[in-house]
């Protein structure tokens, strides 16, 4: 047995032009609460981390607080319009800064935000490190992202917390707000200009990938064969320098003073 034609209509959809008109001015007329909105029931997750709302932040696209850092040490790789996607293009902590009550009323409790390390100052295919994944000190922030004249040293800051770091995790945490850091400790910088993982300890070089005699990094080429597990542990991921991380963490824990309990 056959079941009917079912029959359509689409005068049910129809909507006359002075009722579009009306609804388009509700729309418009709507005015933004006059206060940030009650969000404290989102910010009670003292233990359960897995209960935050994350918003990720590509620090350098975000916004741009502080026109006076965006050049850098190396004004070549700022593109001041933002056509050229492999530059900077300005952003930089106080940007965030500035857009916390934004991002707060969004219902967002926690950032995580790209690597703040200081990178090296140059192009690698076109492309310079706005992503922070190519780290020349660890120790060091990327002057783009703070005031200018403050000191990168996170070593040499500890004492004053005076920094736009500094500020952005009060800011944070007045709002009951988490910020998470992203660190890349697998690999520094790529072969640029004949400069391979120039490392930096707040700025002392301590390593370097063309003359390892510490053995910081593995020197076994690209990985060709991702099925093979050793490849894939100990070969460099687009000619990355790769940290050797073994013998690294032997010598940290080597290092240590013996407990005398």
Not at 119 to 128: G, K, P, R, S, Y
Not at 195 to 203: H, P, V
Not at 227 to 246: K, P, R, Y
Request: aromatic residues 12%.
């Amino acid at each position: 047995m056959s079941s009917p034609p079912i029959s359509q209509s689409t005068v049910q959809y129809e909507i006359t032009q002075p009722q579009a008109e009306a609804d388009v001015e509700t729309l418009v007329s709507e005015r933004s609460p006059e206060t940030d909105i009650d969000l404290d029931f989102l910010f009670t997750r003292d233990i359960e981390f897995r209960q935050e709302t994350i918003y990720f932040v590509v620090v350098d696209r975000f916004f741009d607080g502080n026109p006076n850092n965006s050049a850098g040490p190396n004004p070549e790789l700022y593109d001041p319009e933002r056509q050229d996607w492999g530059k900077y293009w300005g952003g930089d902590l106080q940007g965030i800064i500035d857009k916390l009550d934004y991002l707060k009323n969004l219902g967002v409790t926690a950032l995580w935000l790209t690597p703040l390390f200081e990178q090296i100052e140059d192009l690698f295919v076109e492309q310079a490190a706005i992503h922070g994944y190519w780290t020349r000190d660890f120790k060091r922030l990327n002057p783009r992202f703070i005031g200018n004249g403050e000191d990168p040293s996170l070593n040499a800051t500890q004492e004053t917390r005076n920094t736009t770091f500094d500020r952005l995790i009060a800011a944070l945490h007045e709002r009951k707000m988490k910020l998470v850091l992203d660190i890349v400790c697998n690999h520094s910088n790529p072969d640029i200009s004949g400069n391979k993982g120039e490392l930096y300890d707040d700025g002392v070089k301590i390593a370097d990938f063309n003359d390892d005699h510490d053995h910081w990094y593995h020197h076994y080429g690209e990985v060709t064969n991702w099925e093979d597990e050793w490849q894939v542990f100990n070969c460099e991921l687009s000619g990355l320098a790769t940290f050797n991380e073994i013998i690294q963490l032997t010598a940290t824990i080597s290092s240590l003073p013996l407990s005398s309990g």
